[in-house]
Nanobody, 118 residues
Framework: QVQLVESGGGLVQAGVSLRLSCAASGRSFSTYAMGWFRQAPGKEREFVAA???????NYADSVKGRFTISRDNAKRTVYLQMNSLKPDDTAIYYC????????????WGQGTQVTVSS
């Protein structure tokens, strides 16, 4: 029902900024909870940031104060502004959408690679 396409990743030096975008399909985008997860080589996928349908946000401790999640319902897009990037931020970043109330479903994008060099 929902297709997600991430973009904006790349190879950057520590201390710089990147903004990731996730374009979503679906006419009910404004009702979805959206989030970003990341997975580094050899590690489990971990939570990064989330934003509810009404705009409440939550962040992992590792990115708090550096990353900002936002959404533009008119554009059906969620963003992740990443500042002060560190080598430990290197990972594939995945967009997530959570839909439904009594029957919750999760959808994932294909991921975008972020590589931060020291």
């Amino acid at each position: 029902q929902v297709q997600l396409v991430e973009s904006g990743g790349g190879l950057v030096q520590a201390g710089v900024s990147l903004r990731l975008s996730c374009a979503a399909s679906g006419r009910s985008f404004s009702t979805y909870a959206m989030g970003w997860f990341r997975q580094a080589p050899g590690k489990e996928r971990e939570f990064v940031a989330a934003i509810t349908n009404y705009g409440s946000t939550n962040y992992a401790d590792s990115v708090k104060g550096r990353f900002t999640i936002s959404r533009d319902n008119a554009k059906r897009t969620v963003y992740l502004q990443m500042n002060s990037l560190k080598p430990d931020d290197t990972a594939i970043y995945y967009c997530n959408a959570q839909t439904g109330i009594s029957s919750i479903r999760n959808y994932w994008g294909q991921g975008t690679q972020v590589t931060v060099s020291s």
